[in-house]
């Protein structure tokens, strides 16, 4: 299933003024249609991480060493113009709240009709069709209502859903989620998951997410990096890293993964494991 490299990253340090590296010498490579977990306890450096890569770290960071190579090109020597191209066009990032980047005073479907227009070239009938038709893969009910409001007449859930059908109907290259699912009740998560999945599959998108979760990184992953203050202490593919961990922290990690009846998700092959019990480990 794997094909050719499509993302890079060697040696990259990143700190925050004259701190030590909060990011230390990672090194890590991504191929096409390959979906990446990067797990670990909050600060460890996962969020850090994936911002560098789309050049969206927070003010006051900055990449003290090392580089991101996209395509062969090193994409940290980009220019302005060239990083603009590439956000939300061939790499896009789905938050933890990703609803907050939704313009309150905007219906939703307008936002979601302009955003996809903007990549593709269809009509407004169209781009409305297509709205509707990723809202509902994404499990919300009543999809025209929710094109007919704004932000604010809708949960936290519904928004975070909305944010990320907007970031999954670009069809990006490369999708980076951070903790795109943590604020999600369980049967939503295992939807989301899914969906994602299916983006892969059916665009051939490399995906990168962050979660503090092994049971969803050890289901839809096919390699895991496990970060530890700030340093990449594991990275294999996802079977090595969940039957043969090298590290203690790993096997912490493994550890806290529910036994939920028969579902044990980190010796379970993906297609092997039905929606319920996806539903359950998530």
């Known amino acids: ?47 850090t991480l994936i911002r560098a890569i789309l050049g969206i770290l927070p003010k006051g960071a900055a990449i003290s060493s090392g580089n991101i190579i996209y395509k062969d090109k090193d994409i940290l020597k980009h220019s302005k113009k060239e990083w ?6 061939r790499m896009a990032i789905v938050f933890q709240d990703a609803g907050g980047s939704l313009t309150p ?56 859903r909305v944010g990320i059908a907007i970031a999954m109907t670009m069809e990006p290259e490369i999708l980076l989620a951070d903790e795109p699912t943590s604020a999600l009740d369980v049967t939503v998560q295992a939807q989301v998951v899914r969906q994602m999945m299916e983006l892969r599959d059916n665009f051939n998108t490399s995906i990168i997410i962050v979660t503090h979760n092994m049971g969803v990184a050890s289901y839809m992953c096919d390699k895991i990096g496990v970060m530890q203050s700030g340093e990449l202490v594991e990275w294999e593919n996802k079977d090595e890293v969940i039957n043969n961990p090298k590290c203690e922290y790993t096997e912490k990690l493994l550890s806290a993964i529910p036994e939920l009846e028969e579902c044990n998700l980190a010796s379970r092959e993906r297609t092997n494991i039905d929606n319920k019990e996806c539903c359950k480990a998530i």
């Open 84 to 89: 603009q191209e590439i956000r939300g066009n």
């Open 1 to 47: 299933m794997m094909s050719e490299e499509i993302l890079r990253i060697n040696n990259l340090s990143i700190k925050y003024g004259m701190q030590e590296p909060v990011v230390k010498n990672i090194s890590m490579s991504i191929a096409s249609k390959e979906i990446v977990g990067i797990v670990g306890e909050s600060g460890s450096g996962k969020s």
């Open 105 to 160: 005073i905007k219906k939703v479907g307008n936002q979601f009709i302009e955003s996809i227009r903007s990549h593709f070239n269809m009509s407004k009938a169209d781009a409305y069709d297509k709205a509707v038709d990723m809202l509902g893969k994404m499990r919300l009910p009543d999809t025209k209502r929710i094109m007919n409001s704004y932000p604010f007449e809708l949960s936290g859930g519904m928004k975070q």
